[in-house]
């Protein structure tokens, strides 16, 4: 059986792609310091968090996902020492759900660990991400409820207080872990090695990618996406969005474009100050362990001012999407060129 296992949940948008991609990366060499982390890859942990929220059709993703879960476990619960489970969805699994996966951890020590940034900030990469992935709705209309019918993108992953609620009653307050993101100007590995400390991990002996690993896009680019999003018709599978949405548009193309970052209307920062006030104040009064500022999980008295997705010209729209098309073309005439049609058989 594990002797400790690190259950780390998400929050969505808070750096977790990037810890994920120094553990991944690192298999071996956790391996070698007597950690598990079990599975071929990080999909099978994005399955095991959709099956822990009894999500259902996971055979749609892939023939092997259900019943990924349940194999994660069983390997963990052979493993003789330390363990790692990550995927940022697992935040939105229900107290019950929660429950029930530690429970089937026992008798190992479970540390819940929670990466967090301050709420408007999830609120508005959230949005993005959502976009990135497909989504349609303008940020406006992003009013508590989930977007698009997806359980992942709304404030059940991204509220830090319902997430507390859910999942910090399952073990005792000393093992939840909550890192906010560290402040802009911090050494650019510091996420990494505030992870590490809690994992128990030497930061210094692993890699850590000085680049994000999912990078922003700017307002105009983001509201292009998501007005283009409703043409895509034929891309609606998981595998087509993450591939050709997010990854050849969103990350292949238009984050090379400058722009700035979005800011939400005065209701949603509101809403986001309320919210985050009261994660603040859940952390302070059951005692949870903190890596980090805990004050910087507000929202800021003062906000610099930033465009909203719905102020954005059409002039701005236009110029993105011409730039976008002219890259484009010359993807396909790249590709044109490194295939060339065969005439042999003409």
């Given at each position: 059986m594990a002797s400790q296992v690190f259950l780390h949940i998400g929050l969505p948008k808070t750096g977790t792609t990037y810890l994920q991609s120094v553990l991944w990366d690192a298999k071996t060499e956790l391996a070698g310091d007597g950690y598990l982390l079990p599975g071929r890859g990080h999909r099978e942990h994005l399955w095991a968090a959709l099956e822990l929220q009894e999500?259902?059709?996971?055979?749609?993703?892939?023939?092997?996902?259900?019943?990924?879960?349940?194999?994660?476990?069983?390997?963990?619960?052979?493993?003789?020492?330390?363990?790692?489970?990550t995927h940022e969805f697992m935040c939105g699994a229900g107290r019950g759900q929660a429950g029930r996966l530690v429970e089937s951890l026992a008798p190992a020590e479970v540390h819940v660990v929670i990466t967090a940034r301050d709420t408007l900030g999830m609120l508005t990469a959230g949005w993005a991400e959502y976009v990135k992935n497909g989504g349609t709705k303008p940020l406006a209309q992003m009013r508590g409820e989930r977007l698009g019918g997806q359980g992942e993108f709304g404030w059940r992953t991204w509220d830090l207080a319902g997430v507390l609620r859910?999942?910090?009653?399952?073990?005792?307050?000393?093992?939840?872990?909550?890192l906010p993101m560290p402040p802009a100007g911090a050494p650019r590995d510091q996420h990494w090695r505030n992870f590490a400390g809690v994992l128990g991990l030497d930061p210094d002996r692993y890699a850590a990618p000085e680049e994000p690993s999912n990078p922003a896009l700017g307002v105009v680019q983001i509201e292009l996406l998501r007005r283009i999003n409703p043409h895509l018709t034929a891309f609606r599978k998981p595998v087509d969005r993450g591939t050709w949405i997010r990854g050849y548009l969103a990350e292949g193309?238009?984050?090379?474009?400058?722009?700035?970052?979005?800011?939400?209307?005065?209701?949603?920062?509101?809403?986001?100050?309320?919210?985050?006030?009261?994660?603040?104040?859940?952390i302070s009064r059951r005692g949870y362990?903190?890596?980090?500022?805990?004050?910087?999980?507000?929202?800021?008295?003062?906000?610099?001012?930033r465009p909203h997705p719905d102020n954005v010209s059409n002039a701005a729209l236009l110029e993105s999407a011409t730039t976008l098309?002219?890259?484009?073309?010359?993807?396909?005439?790249?590709?044109?060129?490194?295939n060339p049609p065969d005439m042999t058989s003409a």
């Open positions: 999500r259902p059709n996971l055979e749609r993703r892939h023939p092997k996902a259900p019943g990924t879960l349940a194999r994660l476990v069983r390997a963990v619960n052979r493993h003789q020492g330390p363990a790692i489970l859910r999942w910090a009653r399952q073990v005792p307050p000393e093992r939840v872990h909550v193309h238009l984050v090379r474009q400058e722009g700035e970052r979005l800011g939400a209307d005065e209701a949603q920062v509101a809403e986001c100050r309320e919210r985050a006030d009261r994660a603040v104040g859940i362990h903190v890596v980090g500022d805990v004050e910087s999980l507000r929202v800021p008295p003062e906000l610099p001012p098309v002219a890259e484009m073309l010359a993807d396909v005439r790249r590709i044109a060129r490194d």
